[in-house]
């Protein structure tokens, strides 16, 4: 059951993430009566660096998570997007401990929370769901390692296309990602001005437009040709070491 502030309601199905739903129908009946659902909106602050970890959050759908490093000079970078795959906070800890990053929601919608205390618990009853939540450590880990190489060697132009190409696929290939200007170039820890160019060198190209609060990808294909791999690399480590989990539009539904 899947309970919602004061309401308790019984769950036809899992919630709509990857990792719960990978897991056997044992390990899953031990974190199911401890799983709370709830709405998120976009910006909303999950844990602040230092913040006490005690909360696991699981995206579900189209809902989309940043860590988000903290600089010096002010700005924040993002070095991993988490959605439906994954969890944030408290996966393979043990006990409270503080975050390290900024946490927050990128593109609002469905969590379901697990205390950490209820957690651990059923991790020390069962060494298989401890397994799982290793491996997903471990692909959480590799997307870390990859963000790092690309925000390193990778054009600009080349991570807008990753990034955007990203946040699609979680959203079930909605062509329309609700990301504004000042929010990419966030993202990407570069200028507003410098994020303007690049996706007015896309509109021209025919690649993508703008709304409102919003990019609309007109011709996906030609933007995964400007795209670097790293989306892919990230995508591989998952499948050979928790098989059905990163997101496909084509098989989640």
Known sequence: MLTRGNQTAEAGERPFNNLLRRLN????????PHLSADETKPGDLLYNPGDNVQVVHFPCGPTLVSYMVPNEDGRDVET?????EGAVGGIVSQGFLPAYTRICVKFGGP????????????????????HIFARYADCMLAQVFQSTACNAIHSIEQRTAKWIISAMERADGNNMVPL?????????????SYASRVIQTFKVQGVLDTRRGAILVRDPDAL????????????THFEEVLRGVYPDPAKDN
């Open 25 to 32: 129908a044992a390990d899953y009946a031990l974190l199911a």
């Open 80 to 84: 991993v997007l988490i959605g439906r």
């Open 111 to 130: 969590v379901v929370r697990l205390n950490v205390s209820r957690l651990d618990t059923a991790k020390a009853t069962s060494i298989s769901l401890r």
């Open 180 to 192: 504004t200007h000042e929010q990419l170039a966030t993202l990407l820890g570069v200028g507003r």
């Open 224 to 235: 995964r040709l400007h795209a670097c791999l790293c989306n892919e690399a990230v995508k």
